[in-house]
């Protein structure tokens, strides 16, 4: 008789976190697998100020990975963004599903593009990525941090705190307000966070009901291109609050094509950067992301890296 009691489903409680959270869950009970959803506050839920200020890496995440370890949930649902490349001990992201879209968007409280915003705009984000490829084009601009959930930030740009701010199109999508979505900044501008519009599905190793439950859901071109970037990241060692951005893909979106990377790496200013592609097959997606690393490191990507720690 198959196990009927409920996986017990652990995510943040922000209404995003709460979208991502239901959709596995919907998906689980098509096939017939009852879940429980459990909320779960992290440090990055309940601390103010900029995520540099206490840490950053695994600020969303850690609470909700020693609840996994501790048996008091089954499953986690995780944005792929915040999820540290750092391995955990007894857990495993057992599946990917398919990623929205992966950039990022300008939201501006007048329409105006990036490139015909105002001298010495005001532009809000908590993201040194975003923060250094917008300096790198519009160095006149002035970045200013924001925190909150999606709708809190928006609320700001419209009060008339920031001219514009820079969000994730995932997120504005998942949310139902795609009507928000004025520029969608092109990734020769703006290259995405590692893993940014993908959920990472995270389980016990030694959990194979969980495991079984969540792997079809796996999504093989998501999860292959996501591996190369975080791949990319961890050989870095940048952590999440180095100015790092990565955004692999299949070509023609066939496993049987090539497998195509594109990263950069830039100085907290935005006045260097340095950028690389790499091309190969899927099955070397772990070994493309390092590669492309010790490309760029030999390339003097490393003191970018160590001024940003």
């Not at 329409?111 to 790198?136: F, I, M």
């Not at 909150?148 to 994730?168: F, M, P, Q, S």
């Not at 961890?234 to 692999?248: D, E, H, K, Q, S």
Request: glycine share 12%; proline share 5%.
């Amino acid at each position: 008789m198959a196990d009927e009691t409920p996986l017990r489903l652990g995510t943040r409680g922000s209404p995003l976190a709460r979208w991502q959270a239901d959709w596995v869950a919907g998906k689980l009970r098509e096939q017939g697998v009852a879940v429980e959803i459990v909320l779960i506050t992290t440090q990055g839920d309940v601390k103010t100020g900029p995520l540099a200020s206490f840490g950053g890496v695994g600020v969303f995440t850690k609470e909700i990975q020693r609840a996994l370890l501790d048996g008091r949930v089954d499953l986690a649902v995780h944005s792929l963004k915040d999820l540290p490349t750092e391995p955990i001990p007894g857990l495993k992201v057992a599946a990917v599903p398919p990623r929205e879209a992966a950039g990022d968007v300008l939201v501006t409280r007048d329409g105006v593009s990036l490139e015909k915003l105002p001298q010495g705009a005001r532009v809000g984000t908590g993201s040194t990525r975003r923060r250094a490829q917008l300096l790198y084009v519009r160095s006149d601009l002035v970045i200013e941090d924001i925190r909150g959930n999606v709708e809190t930030r928006l609320a700001k740009l419209d009060a008339g705190e920031y001219d514009a701010i820079v969000l994730a199109e995932a997120g504005l999508t998942r949310l139902g307000m795609r009507e928000r979505i004025q520029h969608v900044l092109p990734q020769k501008i703006m290259l995405p966070a590692i893993g940014q519009g993908a959920l990472g599905l995270e389980t016990r190793s030694d959990d194979p009901r969980s495991i079984a439950a969540v792997e079809k859901l796996d999504d093989p071109l998501t999860h292959r291109a996501v591996v190369a970037e975080r791949s990319f990241l961890a050989t870095l060692r940048g952590g999440c609050l180095a100015p790092v951005g990565a955004f692999a893909f299949f070509e023609g979106g066939n496993l049987e094509r090539a497998l195509v990377l594109e990263g950069a790496i830039l100085s907290k200013d935005g006045r260097e950067c340095k950028r690389g592609i790499i091309k190969a097959g899927g099955e070397w997606a772990v070994e493309m992301g390092a590669e492309l690393a010790k490309v760029l490191l030999a390339d003097g990507a490393q003191k970018l890296i160590d001024a940003a720690r």
